[in-house]
């Protein structure tokens, strides 16, 4: 970093001289040509006072990038317009000039020069970059909505993560799961177009449909339950057009009722694909090592199909407290209770059929099935997939009750038939045999220790994805709604494989322990407090402590009244529905720490 002083005088206040005349005192400047050009700087000049040089008039150039070139020799002219830092002309007379330079580097993350650059350590998700890796990529996005709304997996094998809501920036991503965990996994994510996010995706392979926004958004809008920012809508992610409504974004399909299920079908390929879904060979030539062979059905291809279960009627239920919209939620009274199949390239809807409170859907081993919460309990029912999308009632098989639910958010189907099951509440992912038996509870207790962390224990799983690894075994995909929010794969006996930890912002703070350093707390999804163990040679996360029911209004230093000590971390338990207060507090403030 240099400093120089240079004395420049103003005549007259340019503000009193018209548009034409305005053209500002120039400034010169020499910056160094020592070593081998092109070389980089971030220039800040700024006008003191005559008699003052530590009093600032007027910052006019402010990190300007300069870079020095043979041809340039160092020399740059800078224009001052004679206004203060209030844009109020000064009066006429002999100023000062101080400034400083300093070297800028181009940072990979960004690709443009700065002189601070943040050296990547790291974070607790494993597809954050890998320690001092700048050129890794980088999941972007000003995440509103914590966590994942949803996973599907093609069948080409690679899986599609859909985050609830990364504002401005890429959703879903696509990634190569047959890649150790990592940053290399990620293929590219899509244009969110606006749309933020959401809670339902699904691939056949070759598009990538979901609907939007997610309901995740009580926080934001002091309202209990489930509220839309706006009404929700089916759109293809490469952005193309699918149906003519226009809501966020152009061409889309605005739907009646709440959705709880997609999946999508590809009847030239002669294989079903939902957000849960099992690779089929078409050939018996396929080199693809442990995928069954089936014949595709050559006779009746049709378009690429989706199919959509949607329940409550959407309603508007109140206003937003801050901008004005409308916010949507399902009616608990009027129902949609519908299948329908559309159009997987233009939205068009081929068929629709009555169901009963339809909770989750998959297309698997060419068939559809259909979770319904029905007079008593949820129970399961399938059909063949039609290749012409013209559902036929009378193709259903009778509904396979599932017994021990309690609030079930997502179904999987393997290849053996069995049904796979993610239960909220239960805190469990079920595995029921195909005629409905209860075989297998994955998880190793039905809930977190206050205080500790069991990597084999779910935390309010929501959605589930299946795929066969590189060696043909079928591995099913987890993602959890609280905590950490990863996503984990298991076998399909309830065997933890691995996961990729935590999938949040750090948008409600973060603090390191100063008498511990090595302890990181951050926010959990689902009211949650977490504590990491980071290590700083290695960019090691490793999550110890899950804290339940702390709901605060953001972390904040130092400690403030109303604040609970937990191992020297203070949060304050709020009231759901409370409207959040931030005396002395920001929303992204840090964590309170007695240090």
Request: net charge neutral; aromatic share 8%; charged share 25%.
């Amino acid at each position: 970093m240099m400093l120089f002083l240079i004395t420049v005088l103003l005549l007259t206040p340019l503000a009193a001289f018209g548009e034409e005349v305005n053209r500002g005192v120039p400034i010169p400047i020499q910056l160094p040509v020592d070593g081998v050009p092109p070389k980089t700087y971030r220039v800040t000049l700024a006008i003191t006072a005559p008699d003052n040089p530590d009093w600032i008039v007027s910052t006019f150039v402010s990190g300007a990038v300069r870079t020095v070139t043979a041809e340039n020799q160092g020399r740059f002219t800078e224009t001052w317009d004679g206004l203060d830092d209030n844009f109020m002309p000064v009066p006429p007379g002999g100023y000062g000039v101080k400034g400083i330079f300093m070297p800028a580097e181009i940072w990979a993350p960004d690709g443009k020069p700065h002189t601070l650059r943040p050296k990547i350590l790291s974070g607790p998700s494993n597809l954050s970059p890998r320690h001092g890796r700048g050129e890794d990529k980088l999941i972007t996005g000003d995440q509103v909505a914590p966590g994942l709304g949803d996973v599907a997996v093609g069948p080409d094998g690679v899986a599609v993560f859909y985050w609830k809501f990364l504002e401005n920036a890429l959703n879903p991503y696509r990634l190569d799961l047959s890649q150790p965990l990592g940053p290399e996994q990620l293929l590219g994510g899509f244009g969110s177009g606006g749309t933020g996010g959401g809670d339902y995706v699904t691939t056949d392979g070759q598009a990538v449909r979901a609907v939007a926004p997610t309901d995740a958004v009580a926080l934001q809008t002091q309202m209990n339950g489930s509220v839309f920012l706006y009404p929700p809508f089916l759109y293809r992610a490469d952005q193309k057009p699918f149906g003519s409504d226009h809501m966020i974004r152009r061409n889309v399909t605005l739907t009646k009722g709440r959705v709880t299920g997609l999946a999508a079908y590809r009847p030239d390929k002669g294989v079903g694909v939902g957000r849960v879904s099992r690779p089929v060979a078409t050939s018996p030539a396929d080199p693809r090592s442990g995928l069954e062979t089936r014949p595709t059905n050559a006779n009746k291809k049709g378009p690429a199909l989706l199919f959509v279960a949607e329940r409550g009627k959407l309603e508007i239920v109140g206003k937003h407290p801050h901008v004005k919209l409308d916010l949507y939620g399902e009616s608990p009274d009027e129902r949609v209770n519908v299948l329908r199949v559309l159009n997987g390239n233009t939205a068009e809807e081929i068929s629709r059929m009555p169901v009963v409170e339809p909770t989750a859907l998959v297309a698997a081993n060419q068939r559809l099935h259909l979770l319904e919460k029905r007079e008593d309990g949820w129970a399961v029912r399938s059909a063949p997939l039609p290749p012409d999308g013209n559902l036929d009632p009378a193709a259903w098989s009778k509904p396979v009750s599932l017994p021990g639910l309690k609030d079930p958010r997502d179904l999987a189907v393997d290849s053996a038939g069995r049904f796979f099951v993610a239960d909220s509440e239960v805190n469990r992912v079920l595995r029921f045999s195909p005629a409905g038996e209860l075989d297998v509870a994955f998880g190793a207790a039905d809930a977190q220790r206050e205080g500790h962390y069991d990597p084999e224990t779910l935390l309010q799983p929501i959605r589930l994805a299946l795929r066969r690894d590189e060696v043909g075994r079928e591995c099913l995909l987890v993602v959890e709604d609280a905590g950490p929010c990863r996503v984990a794969e298991w076998t399909t006996d309830g065997q933890l494989l691995r996961d990729w930890g935590y999938s949040l912002s750090g948008n409600g703070g973060f603090a390191v322990d100063p008498k511990s350093p090595q302890d990181v707390y951050l926010f959990g999804g689902c009211d949650t407090f977490l504590r990491y163990r980071v290590n700083y040679d290695t960019a090691d996360w490793q999550l110890q402590a899950v804290w339940h029911r702390t709901r605060t209004d953001g972390l904040t230093y130092p400690e403030i009244d109303g604040l609970r000590e937990s191992r020297r971390v203070f949060h304050r338990r709020r009231p759901r529905g409370e409207r959040p207060s931030l005396p002395a507090m920001g929303q992204n403030d840090a964590v309170a720490l007695r240090g």
